[in-house]
């Protein structure tokens, strides 16, 4: 059984050409891999979840769809977690007076609520105020709509979520994406946790596109070099 560890906090960290190669790689991987699966079929809408708080979701999704609008798509990332809504903070984004995701589904204009990051070329909708019904604002058939008009403007709309063994949210929501990928921090969820979240996305047919292995680092001895994601294989290694 895996157990969770100890660890310090480490600083949400934006890929980018100062960041690690292997860390680079790890994103061009992952943002080549999901291509791949959409190849043929609708794929653009993509539910991010995990198991269990702490394993890093919310900045592999970032970094996902960063890596995606460097390539030349047009990306949109919404952060539907509603609970502890963490990705203005990443992107150091000013919530006051910007209507998010929770006043769209209030009926804010939908085009109020997109910010433009100029630097990364993607767009973002965030979590604004913190309802005291996640759920089932988020699996209600105004969000079946409003992600419905956005897939009509994006190439793909990365949605971060709660964790899918905690509460609800993301199991309702899966019913609007065309693909859910599961975050799992190596060394930290449990075997028993991982599995619970697998089981309750296909407990509402959730169409689970993978997993990303996050935290692992390839060799011991690189610990300065930060954290790595790898998904698949270990480049260094190929």
Known sequence: MAKKTQRSKREFVMVGKDTPFQYQEAFKSLRTNLKFLALGKSCKTILMTSAIP???????????????AEAGSKVLLIDCDLRKPIIHRYLKIKRSGLSGITGVLAGAPLADAITRLEDTGLDVIVADAIPPNPAELLGSKRMGEILEELSGQYEYILIDTPPVSVVTDAAVLSQYADGVILIVRQNFATFEE?????????????????AVLNDFNTKSTEKESGYYYSYNYDYQNN
Do not use: D, H, M
Request: hydrophobic letters at 45%.
């Open 194 to 210: 991982v599995e619970l979240a697998k089981r309750n996305l296909e407990a509402v047919q959730a169409n689970i596109l993978g």
């Open 54 to 68: 702490g394993e890093g979701k919310s900045s592999v999704t970032i970094n996902l769809a960063i890596s995606l």
